[in-house]
């Protein structure tokens, strides 16, 4: 059974910064890659970030050069880092698992409980 647990949400104003991190027990989790999503309300849930096993990276294009995904395999965590924070940004944010190294090869179904970020104008 994998566990998630994301962390550090919470409320800041346009411009700041906050950094959530993923904690992940129960599986190899060097060998997967991880993903951010947020689904704010009224809205699908949509990829924020996702980075591989072998560190490569992607994201939307809406939080691309604002945003940063790494990974620290010895915790085991994941982390977003997430800066010049807009209004827009403001969602609950889900960490999940990959079923490979690859963030081609498809999601899993185990996802976090959500953390939420609140951004004011």
């Known amino acids: 059974q994998v566990q998630l647990v994301e962390s550090g949400g919470g409320l800041v104003q346009a411009g700041g910064s906050l950094r959530l991190s993923c904690a992940a027990s129960?599986?190899?989790?060097?060998?997967?890659?991880m993903g951010w999503f947020r689904q704010a309300p009224g809205k699908e849930r949509e990829l924020v970030a996702a980075?591989?096993?072998?560190?490569?990276?992607d994201y939307a294009d809406s939080v691309k050069g604002r945003f940063t995904i790494s990974r620290d395999n010895a915790k085991n965590t994941v982390y977003l880092q997430m800066n010049s924070l807009k209004p827009e940004d403001t969602a609950v944010y889900y960490c999940?698992?990959?079923?490979?190294?690859?963030?081609?090869?498809?999601?899993?179904?185990?996802w976090g409980q959500g953390t939420q970020v609140t951004v004011s104008s």
């Open positions: 980075i591989s096993r072998s560190g490569s990276t």
């Open positions: 999940t698992t990959y079923l490979g190294g690859s963030y081609y090869s498809g999601l899993s179904n185990y």
């Open positions: 129960g599986r190899a989790f060097s060998t997967y890659a």
